[in-house]
């Protein structure tokens, strides 16, 4: 397995684990997945995310990073976009 798709099975997990619902244990998230379009997320349940994926990956910046993205880029966030971010501030 590589990097790319190891990083994106962890963010992947972790979605699954924070949220911790039935419905999102049988929803199909792949690196096109929007949180809010397609997740319906709270901003909460993300800054739960992103807090459990920087305990995982160490020093890696994803509230810094998320506050440089404006309103659109957010809503349109997908979780590839998150895992590409991890990879690319974990190098």
């Known amino acids: 397995m590589n990097a790319q798709h190891e990083v994106l099975n962890t963010v992947i997990a972790t979605i699954r684990s924070t949220i911790n ?30 807090e459990a994926l920087q305990r995982h990956y160490g ?21 590839g976009q998150l895992a590409e971010h991890i990879i690319t501030a974990g190098r």
Do not use: C, P
């Open 59 to 79: 020093e890696i910046d994803i509230i810094g990073w998320l506050s440089g993205k404006d309103i659109h880029e957010l809503i349109g966030l997908s979780v």
């Open 21 to 50: 619902e039935d419905w999102i244990q049988h929803f199909d998230i792949d690196a096109d997945t929007r949180f809010n379009d397609d997740l319906e997320l709270e901003s909460i349940e993300f800054v739960k995310i992103a």
